[in-house]
Every structure is written in structure tokens, then in C-alpha cells.
């Protein structure tokens, strides 16, 4: 459940006169997702999405997700577009955190991948990268090698047996993968999406229907985002490596941007990096999320099952 800060309908009242969006019919806080407040939002013009953004995001970042969804809708990728108030921003705050409006996207997500799935899932990710190429703004990926080995460093096993095996196997493999990270200019690079799993792509009558959930999306290799891809939605049931399913996935990719041989080359390492990123995400809030917290904690076996398929590969 992910509604941390609760809302009046009068705080609503006043926050929607700000729009131009008609009058508020209702409002309801959604309960996926684990890092900010949600909030489907009707009025009289349609629906909306209403973001309170919570501790874990640094509000001096904002403004450039919020430009890479206006830039990408702009394109035409279909992705929440924040709605710009009658002052001209479309940033305020909101019961004392920043807070946007955003369009509402149509579709569902999908309970289990599918080959037609994963091709349109590669075709929706390269359109996302030939997109972002106009917005010349960079972030950098705080969830990088550097990021990792920092992450990792703040990883404690607290007697757990389990634990401790994990983590003393992720050290070498993080230590390997860090070494054969490529260097910046070795593959082509721009904005990526970086966290295009299953709960954030939405699908109406068969077909990809919406993207959402910028707020890990930054500036790096093109290619890591289609290994964060594979990972993300090529195992079937958690566990099995379906290579018919990566090929589709590959295949729409390319129906778009082909991959570059160094690219190719590359993609077994970076799938590697992209195991080793949700590993150590999971294993972080594993060790550090309080018994009794409201939100369930994601399992990091299920990447180190990953990374163990990806070491083993010399193509993908
Ligand atoms: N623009 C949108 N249109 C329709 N539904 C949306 C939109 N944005 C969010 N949602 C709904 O709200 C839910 C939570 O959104 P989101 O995944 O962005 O939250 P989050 O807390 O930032 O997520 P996460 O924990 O996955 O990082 C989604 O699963 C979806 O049901
Ligand atoms: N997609 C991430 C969660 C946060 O974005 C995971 O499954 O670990």
C-alpha cells in the first residue's frame, strides 16, 4: 500500500483551482506502487493522476523528469504528461511535499509476459530512446557501478545465514561485473527509462498502451535499458530464462534501432549489471525495511537466480 500522506478533499479542492482541469467528482489514493503517493483523481474534464513525491526522491531532481515526460509525450510517446497550472508550473506543493498533476494513461499491466508482449515491450523501449534523444539535459545514474559498490557497502547481514551467502557471493560478482563495465564512450548512450518492468507498462486490447514511472530514468547506455528489459521480463514464473521471449523482445527492439556489434557484444555483461542493480536494490530494503512496514519486500534471490542465468550466456 503506498498512500503515505493522506489528503482532504478541501486540500484537493484548493490544489485543482490551481488548473484548468474542471471541478473535482472524486478522488481515491492508489495502493501500488511503494515510493510516493498516488492519487486517481476525477473531475469534470476526465481523469488524473495526482503525485505527492515522498522521501526517497531529492526534489532538486524534479524538474528533469518532469521535462523528460513533457519532452516525450511532446513526441508522442504515450507517458503521464504533467499538466501545466494557470501560473505556468506545473511543480508546486501539497500537504508539504512536492507535488504534480499528471494525464491519465488507459490500460492495465500484464500478470505474466508473452512473446507479442515483449516484442512490443522492445519496439515501445526503442521509440523511448529515439524520443528522448531532443532532450539534451543529462542526469546521471546514481544506480551505476559506483552507485552499486555503495550500495552494496551499506549491506548488513543481521545474523541472517541467508544473508550472509548472498552477500558473500555478490561481492565477487559485483567486483567482476564493475571490471568489465564498459567505459562511457563505448557504447551509444542517452535517456533511458531504467526501470521498465511489467507493473509499469500498460496494455489495452493486446496492444502496449502506456509507459509510466520515470523517476529512476536517467542518462546512460541505450543497451542497459534493454538488459534491465530482459531481466525484468524474460523469466518466466521468476525463474526460467525464455530465449523465444528474448528474441521477440530483441526483435522488436531492433524493428526500430538496431543494436550496434558493440552493442551485441556488450548485452551479456550488462544483462549481468542489470541483475546485479535489483539484487542489490532488494537486498538493501531487505536488510533495512522494519518488520511490520506497510510495503512488501521484493525478493533479491529472484536476481541473483538472474544474474546466475547471465554469467553463464555469451549472447543473450
Ligand atoms: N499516469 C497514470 N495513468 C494511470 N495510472 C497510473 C498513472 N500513474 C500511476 N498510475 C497508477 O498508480 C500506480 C502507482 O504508480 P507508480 O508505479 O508510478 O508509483 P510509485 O510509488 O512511484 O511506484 P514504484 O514503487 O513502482 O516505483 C500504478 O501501478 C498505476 O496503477
Ligand atoms: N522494479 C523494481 C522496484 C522499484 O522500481 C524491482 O522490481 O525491484
Not at 16 to 23: N, P
Not at 25 to 45: K, M
Not at 270 to 285: E, I
Request: one cysteine or more; a negative charge.
Amino acid at each position: 500500500m503506498a498512500v503515505y500522506t493522506e489528503l482532504h478533499e478541501e486540500d484537493m479542492r484548493g490544489f485543482l483551482s490551481l488548473y484548468e482541469v474542471g471541478e473535482l467528482r472524486s478522488f481515491i489514493g492508489i495502493a501500488e506502487g511503494i515510493e510516493n503517493s498516488n492519487f486517481l483523481v476525477e473531475t469534470t474534464q476526465g481523469r488524473f493522476i495526482l503525485t505527492l513525491f515522498e522521501k526517497r526522491m531529492k526534489p532538486e531532481e524534479l524538474p528533469w523528469f518532469l521535462g523528460l515526460m513533457t519532452h516525450l509525450a511532446e513526441q508522442g510517446i504515450a507517458c503521464p504528461q504533467p499538466i501545466v497550472a494557470k501560473d505556468g508550473a506545473s511543480l508546486r506543493q501539497l500537504a508539504g511535499r512536492p507535488a504534480i498533476l499528471v494525464s491519465f494513461l488507459e490500460g492495465r499491466s500484464l500478470e505474466a509476459a508473452t512473446p507479442q508482449a515483449c516484442e512490443q515491450v522492445g519496439r515501445g523501449l526503442a521509440h523511448l530512446h529515439e524520443a528522448g534523444r531532443g532532450y539534451k539535459a543529462e542526469r546521471a545514474n546514481a544506480l551505476a557501478p559506483e552507485g552499486w559498490v555503495e550500495l552494496f557497502s551499506r549491506c548488513t547481514d543481521g545474523g541472517d545465514q541467508a544473508v550472509a551467502a548472498l552477500i558473500a557471493e555478490t561481492r565477487t560478482a559485483l567486483s567482476s561485473i564493475v571490471k568489465s563495465w564498459p567505459v562511457a564512450d563505448a557504447l551509444p548512450r542517452g535517456q533511458i527509462h531504467a526501470d521498465l518492468f511489467m507493473d509499469n507498462v500498460f496494455f489495452r486490447d493486446g496492444q502496449l498502451s502506456g509507459v509510466i514511472d520515470f523517476y529512476f530514468a536517467c542518462t546512460d547506455f541505450l543497451a542497459y535499458d534493454l538488459a534491465i528489459c530482459l531481466n525484468a521480463w524474460c523469466f518466466e514464473d521468476e525463474r526460467h530464462y525464455r530465449q523465444d521471449w528474448a528474441e521477440a523482445l530483441l526483435r522488436g527492439y531492433e524493428q526500430v534501432r538496431p543494436l550496434t556489434a558493440a552493442e551485441h557484444k556488450m548485452l551479456p555483461v550488462l544483462c549481468q549489471g542489470a541483475s546485479m542493480r535489483f539484487l542489490l536494490t532488494r537486498l538493501y530494503d531487505w536488510v533495512h525495511t522494519p518488520a511490520g512496514a506497510l510495503v512488501t519486500k521484493k525478493d533479491p534471490w529472484a536476481y541473483q537466480r538472474r544474474l546466475h542465468h547471465f554469467q553463464k550466456v555469451s549472447d543473450v
